[in-house]
């Protein structure tokens, strides 16, 4: 999540320190920046706490959603081409 790192480094706190305000293992922060995970809702909301509304629990939604738009788009053609073989 590129908006979290940029907050974080923007501040001028570790990985470690933010893990600490919010709660959680700085690995789990991590792998929120890289995208490689999404917080539940109860860690959102203490992002969005610790950042100042910076990082709202809808930039989290908002990426599940583009996500969830990329895999129908991959999906809506194969199923298309598997009915037409049929």
């Known amino acids: 999540m590129q908006k979290l790192a940029e907050y974080r480094k923007q501040v001028g706190i570790s990985q470690r ?4 305000l919010v709660g959680v293992h700085q690995s789990i922060i991590s792998k929120l920046e890289a ?9 959102a909301v203490r992002i969005q706490k610790a950042t100042s509304d910076h990082v709202p629990v809808t930039v989290w939604l908002e990426e599940v959603c583009d ?20």
């Open 17 to 20: 320190e933010f893990a600490d």
């Open 35 to 43: 995208g490689r995970a999404q917080p539940g809702l109860s860690l």
């Open 67 to 86: 996500a969830d738009s990329i895999v129908s788009q991959e999906k809506g053609p194969q199923l298309i081409s598997q009915q037409v073989a049929e």
